[in-house]
């Protein structure tokens, strides 16, 4: 069954750091989408993606976020300067339309700890 | 407040016991409605999903779950758990043309023998 990668499964940096989250969606998928888990807490949606641009986006997603479909297969979740309260597990979807709702796919998540 | 509730933060079922998930939602119009399943270091796993149409629907691992417009619930059940039903378990919402899924809070079911 197709499915959602994602790498690095866990991720350690310093507060301050930049970070890259990767994620291979379903190939024959168009609509993208990132969100996050923080320890403890609800998953949240940061962002959605289509044609290249973002479609949709949070009010958690600020400018230390951004999101960049760099090649055909992969979709990448950055943030430019980490802080302590981005610590979660993020979660890479893809998109299968189906009777024109939103079921998603998604990936094993990456986890993020900000020391 | 649109909103969606999962009652139960955590739940503990013996082993070949039933099992209820309660999920509430309060929006304005019927949302799409599904329940995601995520095991321990695994992602979220979508276990079944209600669009329209007969209000009792099947999913995979044998769940089922039954949407009552009355009661702005989708409870999520199974007639006998295993131990690998053990996991985090996710009511989400979501609307036709709308981006995001919106989650509740989870609930955590634990099983023993």
């Known amino acids: 069954e197709p499915e959602v990668t994602q790498t690095p499964s866990h991720q350690v940096t310093q507060m301050g750091q930049e970070v890259i989250l990767r994620c291979v969606p379903i190939?024959?998928?168009?609509?993208f989408y990132w969100y996050r888990q923080i320890l403890g807490q609800k998953v949240e949606f940061l962002v959605s993606?289509?044609?290249?641009?973002?479609?949709?986006k949070s009010e958690i997603f600020d400018d230390q976020f951004s999101v960049e479909r760099p090649d055909g297969s992969n979709f990448t979740l950055k943030i430019r300067s980490t802080k302590l309260e981005d610590s979660a597990m993020y979660f890479c979807?893809?998109?299968?339309?189906?009777?024109?709702?939103?079921?998603?796919?998604f990936g094993a998540g990456s986890r993020l700890t900000v020391l | 407040a649109q909103s969606v509730t999962q009652p139960d933060i955590h739940i503990t079922v013996s082993e070949g016991a039933s099992l209820e998930l309660r999920c509430n939602y309060s929006?304005?119009?019927?949302?799409?409605l599904f329940w995601y399943v995520q095991s321990p270091g695994q992602g979220l796993q979508l276990l079944l999903k209600?669009?329209?149409?007969?209000?009792l629907v099947q999913g995979i691992k044998g769940f089922e779950a039954e949407f009552k417009r009355s009661q702005s619930s989708f409870n999520l059940r199974k007639p006998s758990v295993h131990w690998s039903d053990a996991a985090e378990y996710f009511c989400?919402?979501?609307?036709?043309?709308?981006?995001?899924?919106?989650f509740g809070t989870g609930t955590r079911l634990t099983i023993i023998p």
């Open positions: 979807a893809s998109r299968v339309n189906l009777s024109g709702a939103n079921v998603l796919t």
């Open positions: 190939s024959n998928h168009l609509y």
């Open positions: 993606f289509y044609n290249n641009e973002i479609s949709e």
């Open positions: 929006y304005g119009a019927t949302p799409y």
């Open positions: 209600y669009f329209s149409g007969d209000t």
């Open positions: 989400a919402v979501g609307f036709f043309g709308n981006e995001k899924l919106t």
